[in-house]
């Protein structure tokens, strides 16, 4: 568990309650579903534009590569 130097005063769990990014904790996730569909790391896939429902009413996720080109690239 982590957490400040007092518990009594602050019952606040670092481990379980901060909203923190995944980062590259996230990778092995995304790797196992590659394998999983037969990826190789030189099998290339188109890096295009995808959009995401976020809820009933919202605008849609549209996250974008900084120049807006797709290309082919390696799975790797």
Do not use: H
């Amino acid at each position: 568990m982590s957490g400040g130097y007092n518990f009594q005063n602050s019952e606040f769990n670092r481990a379980t309650q901060a909203k923190r990014q995944p980062g590259s904790a996230f990778k092995p996730f995304v790797y196992l579903a590659g394998l999983e569909r037969n990826y190789k790391p030189t099998d290339l896939i188109l890096d295009a534009a995808l959009a995401y429902d976020q809820c009933s009413g919202c605008k849609k996720w549209k996250p974008a590569n900084y120049t807006q080109r797709n290309s082919m690239v390696q799975v790797q």
